[in-house]
Structure formats: C-alpha cells, structure tokens
C-alpha cells in the first residue's frame, strides 16, 4: 500500500495529538524500527510505518466504545472477552484508524488491533510490528539487546524468542496473560 507524504505527515500530527509525549515518543521508536526491519527484510515499508505510527494512537480515549465498534464491523475480538481493560486501546486503536482516517488496509488494520500480542498465522506487517514494539531504542531491559540482533537477523526466530520471553516473564511474575500470545507462538513453531 501507498500513502502520501502530506497524508503520512497529517497521520503522524493527529496521533501526537492523541497521546502523552512519552507514548508519542515510544511510537516514534516503533516507526524507527519497523521502517528498519522492513527494509532489511524485504517488507511493506509503507504498511510497516501506518501500522507502527497509528498502534498505540488510542491509549487515551474511550477504548471501550471503539473496540466494541471495531469487532462489530470486523468481528469478534477476544481482547473484549477478557478482563484485561489494557488491550483494548488495540482494537480500538484500529477503529479510530478506519472510521476516522480512512485507512482501509486489511493487513494494517489488523496488525493495529492484534499488536499485544499476535494471532495465528501473523502477517509480516503483524510480525514487524510485534518485534518494534518490544525492542524499540526507548526500551530498556535485561536481553533486550539479543532480541534487536535477532529480528534483524531473522524476523520469524525473533519474534519467536521474545514471544517465549514474554511467557516466561509473565509466568515467572504471576502477571495475566492473553491466550492469543501463545497461539501466536504455537502457530510460529508449527510452521
Ligand atoms: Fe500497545
Ligand atoms: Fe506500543
């Protein structure tokens, strides 16, 4: 997909406009990486960077209306199933993208709405933006520097090593988990 310079740059003001400077700044990292990541291996640049610069461009609205529009046009989410209010900013994220700026990119869209945690079989702009959004240069954490090696190196791998790592950790810390995290790493190492 394509998209204009003027309509990137109008994207780019409307989403700082939505969220914190620390968030605008997080998702500036994400754009980075994934402008990267795309161009090392051979992807969408264009998808990679809407996908990346619109993921987290609800974090601070009303999730709950937009979400619920989002599975009612695209169907049911599972974010909307559980009590893990801090996923919704996804699906809503991507409603705002499609009702209010017209990005109608399937891939995009659902990249935007899946992107804590995957789903089977996950698209490579689903796939770039998961590593982005884990390993972007404002993060810092223990081994976060083998997970930037490896998605470069090999998307698929990487992405699988820090699926693994983000089980571990929240096995290890008693924190909730989605199931979609690991039907996205099962539908990895099926492949
Ligand atoms: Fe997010
Ligand atoms: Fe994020």
């Given at each position: 997909?394509?998209?204009?310079?003027?309509?990137?740059?109008?994207?780019?003001?409307?989403?700082?406009?939505?969220?914190?400077?620390?968030?605008?700044?997080?998702?500036?990292?994400?754009?980075?990486?994934?402008?990267?990541?795309?161009?090392?291996?051979?992807?969408?640049?264009?998808?990679?960077?809407?996908?990346?610069?619109?993921?987290?461009?609800?974090?601070?609205?009303?999730?709950?209306e937009d979400a619920k529009k989002f599975a009612l046009v695209f169907g049911d989410h599972p974010y909307l199933e559980t009590e893990m209010p801090q996923l919704l900013h996804a699906p809503a994220g991507a409603w705002w993208a499609y009702a209010?700026?017209?990005?109608?990119?399937?891939?995009?869209?659902?990249?935007?709405?899946?992107?804590?945690?995957?789903?089977?079989?996950?698209?490579?702009?689903?796939?770039?933006?998961?590593?982005?959004?884990?390993?972007?240069?404002?993060?810092?954490?223990?081994?976060?520097?083998?997970?930037?090696?490896?998605?470069?190196?090999?998307?698929?791998?990487?992405?699988?090593?820090?699926?693994?790592?983000?089980?571990?950790?929240?096995?290890?810390?008693?924190?909730?988990?989605?199931?979609?995290?690991?039907?996205?790493?099962?539908?990895?190492?099926?492949?």
């Amino acid at each position: 997909m394509k998209v204009t310079a003027e309509t990137f740059s109008r994207i780019t003001n409307l989403v700082e406009s939505r969220i914190t400077p620390k968030r605008f700044l997080h998702t500036l990292g994400v754009l980075q990486t994934a402008v990267e990541l795309a161009d090392i291996h051979g992807k969408d640049v264009w998808r990679a960077s809407l996908a990346a610069l619109l993921h987290d461009s609800s974090k601070a609205t009303n999730v709950n209306e937009d979400a619920k529009k989002f599975a009612l046009v695209f169907g049911d989410h599972p974010y909307l199933e559980t009590e893990m209010p801090q996923l919704l900013h996804a699906p809503a994220g991507a409603w705002w993208a499609y009702a209010e700026l017209k990005v109608d990119d399937g891939e995009v869209l659902d990249a935007i709405a899946w992107h804590p945690t995957g789903h089977r079989n996950p698209s490579d702009t689903l796939l770039i933006l998961l590593a982005a959004d884990y390993c972007e240069p404002t993060r810092d954490f223990p081994g976060v520097d083998e997970i930037r090696a490896f998605v470069r190196r090999d998307l698929r791998g990487g992405v699988k090593e820090l699926l693994r790592r983000k089980l571990e950790y929240v096995q290890n810390t008693g924190r909730p988990l989605h199931p979609s995290t690991q039907e996205t790493l099962l539908s990895l190492e099926g492949e």
